[in-house]
């Protein structure tokens, strides 16, 4: 069996009070003494094999006294308490002799069982606990236990509170998605912290305005879509109504001259069919008719007229109505904006690069980023471009990303938290990125240094590839840290109450 915890076990088994112990519902020695003064402490062992983790809890180790352990097993594959099962633990004595046995063939409890060893002499025992279980088989070596003789040998109780966060097996285990890993030596892509904001791509968003002066139509705008819905191109958005005398007249002449255009345009191509005229005569009604559709052009195009000399007001582009600013009747000006269209299917990523960082950045240069209510983090598609001035006020260089937004879950305006990859290999310690918590704008873990005890640990992130995080510092290769459903753990740091010790022993 590989144990996987990288402190020795003298630094792993944490010694815990007979409130503790009592608490749990464990033991006492006959010869321990009932009034004031310490009592014998007991003690407990938080351990990690490849497919268990193993937290038992015990009083203080007296022969004669049948004393009731608390062991805690859950499975490592789904963090599941074990539900059935025969567990053994089997103390060897270090001076020889015969061990101790004690089998249980069921929990007493969804991932808790209850043995009862009794010891016959004292010294130290090393203690082998076998499980058997449909859902994990293991060997688990927990050494040097010491049973005293009686219960004036045993060490008292010094007091005092271990600290840190408690969130107990059975929260755990109820908690759905609760996980938890090993911090590990790895390699990973070098980066640094940016801020960004999510803006429209270049291409993606019309302002569109009123090309003259008018009214707007209440029959148009009964059926004018409304921000947030989505429109195709060419669609009417309004209608208006010309305004005479504020290019309204200019737009009913540049009809009316429009209207003459074709006419004498199909006339003369009548008469050259039949030799009437000359091929001139054709060309100088084509260059007419041109000129009158560009000069209705700059009213809103030609493909906006009506045959009732209103104008419609159609979107350039396919895409989500981000804006709309007229009402029914209202009187708008020529150049007014009435619409805003954005298509969101592609955005960018305006990145803000400190200038200390301006040099390690390049065309080149990977990156993904976290908006605010989401945990996971989402890559870039390309560099767009990269600054080459550094702002004089916020000393930050402008970096742009495109960002693939299928399903327009990324709002434009939306802030980020962007991971600007240096494309430098670093070695250190790596923990998976879903244990990375972000609070008040600085990274976090939760550290569990044993089986109930959560620490918070504020952390300096070096990178990230995929789903690993590189620690630069805060965290050391072999603790472990919470990977799934962190922001429970960080729910119970915020409790003011103190958690019943829920163990149905």
Not at 367 to 390: K, L
Not at 427 to 435: F, H, L, N, R
Not at 440 to 459: H, L, N, S
Request: net charge neutral.
């Amino acid at each position: 069996m590989r144990l996987t915890s990288r402190r020795p076990w003298s630094l792993t088994a944490v010694l815990f009070g007979t409130m503790l112990v009592e608490s749990c519902g464990l033991g006492r020695s006959p010869d321990e003494p009932a009034g004031g003064g310490a009592e014998p402490a007991g003690g407990a062992v938080t351990l990690w094999t490849d497919s268990t983790e193993l937290f038992m809890e015990h009083p203080a180790l007296i022969v004669g006294a049948p004393d009731k352990f608390a062991v805690h097993l859950t499975d490592l594959t789904d963090f599941a308490p074990l539900r059935s099962g025969r567990v053994t633990l089997r103390f060897e004595p270090k001076a020889g002799g015969e061990p101790v046995v004690a089998t249980q063939e069921a929990p007493r409890a969804p991932g808790i069982y209850g043995p009862a060893p009794e010891f016959k002499r004292a010294g130290v025992y090393d203690l082998t606990i076998t499980v058997e279980s449909p859902q994990a088989h293991d060997l688990i070596r927990v050494p040097d236990l010491r049973v005293y003789a009686n219960a004036a040998a045993a060490p008292k109780e010094e007091g005092g509170d271990a600290g840190g966060i408690s969130f107990l097996k059975e929260q755990q285990w109820k908690t759905p998605g609760f996980a938890s890993a090993f911090a590990t030596m790895g390699r990973v892509t070098e980066t640094f912290q940016a801020t960004g904001q999510i803006v429209p791509a270049a291409g993606r968003i019309a302002r569109i305005s009123a090309p003259l002066a008018g009214v707007v139509e209440a029959s148009g705008l009964t059926q004018s879509p409304a921000p947030g819905q989505r429109v195709s191109k060419g669609q009417v958005l309004a209608v208006l109504t010309p305004a005479l005398g504020e290019g309204g007249s200019a737009y009913a002449q540049a009809r009316a001259d429009l209207r003459e255009a074709e006419d004498e345009s199909a006339r003369a191509r009548r008469l050259y069919a039949v030799e009437a005229v000359s091929q001139r005569r054709v060309h100088e009604a084509e260059i007419r008719l041109t000129a009158a559709q560009e000069a209705l052009a700059g009213f809103g195009g030609i493909t906006a007229a009506r045959r009732d000399g209103r104008l419609a007001v159609r979107s350039p582009l396919a895409g989500i109505v981000a804006s709309r600013s007229l009402t029914p009747g209202s009187r708008v000006d020529a150049g007014t904006e009435l619409f805003t269209v954005v298509d969101p299917a592609v955005v960018w990523l305006e990145t803000n690069v400190p200038a200390v960082e301006a040099a390690r950045v390049s065309a080149s240069s990977e990156a993904s980023f976290r908006v605010p209510g989401s945990e996971a983090a989402r890559p870039v598609r390309r560099t767009v471009s990269v600054g080459s001035v550094i702002d004089s006020v916020s000393r930050t260089v402008p970096v742009i990303y495109q960002v693939a937004n299928p399903d327009g879950a990324l709002k434009i305006g939306m802030n980020a938290q962007v991971a600007v990859g240096t494309g430098r290999q670093v070695d250190g310690v790596v923990i998976p990125s879903s244990a990375v918590l972000d609070e008040d704008g600085r990274p976090v873990v939760y550290v569990q240094p044993e089986g109930e005890r959560f620490e918070k640990r504020a952390i300096e992130v070096g990178g990230t590839s995929g789903d690993r995080t590189l620690v630069r510092a805060g965290l050391e290769a072999g603790e472990r840290v919470v990977t799934g459903a962190a922001y429970q753990v960080r729910l119970a740091s915020l409790s003011t109450s103190v958690p019943a010790h829920g163990h149905e022993h």
